[in-house]
């Protein structure tokens, strides 16, 4: 790993305390801020899709069933289902790639 001296030094600590390397501990705090910013920007793409969908529809009805996302809206002019479902697909296949990877 080629950091900044004070940086190393504390990674080295880090890791000693927690009994990793020096190069599993930041591996595993890498994989865990990435996880942690992929959760942010799912959470930020679900907000999205509520405030798009809601000033679509005054009669906007949310739940999950069987661990499935239901929106029960009037019609929606200029939403892509499509194009949701794909980059909600890629979101999952991203992340399980993540899960797969540690």
Same mark, same amino acid.
């Given at each position: ?11 080295? =600590?880090?890791? *000693? @305390? ?8 930041? !591996?595993?705090?890498? %994989?865990?801020? /990435?996880? #942690?910013?992929? =959760?942010?920007? *799912? @959470? ?8 798009? !969908?809601?000033?679509? %529809?005054?009669? /906007?009805? #949310? ?24 980059? #909600? ?14």
């Amino acid at each position: 790993m080629n950091f900044p001296s004070e940086l190393q030094q504390e990674v080295e =600590q880090w890791a *000693k @305390s927690v009994g990793l390397s020096a190069e599993q501990f930041v !591996v595993q705090v890498v %994989s865990e801020k /990435l996880n #942690m910013l992929r =959760q942010q920007q *799912k @959470s930020h793409s679900v907000e999205l899709l509520k405030i798009n !969908v809601s000033s679509h %529809s005054k009669d /906007l009805r #949310m739940y999950r069933k069987h661990g499935i996302l239901v929106i029960e809206t009037g019609q929606l002019s200029g939403f892509d289902i499509n194009a949701f479902i794909s980059e #909600m697909r890629e979101e999952r296949i991203q992340e399980q790639m993540g899960q797969i990877e540690r």
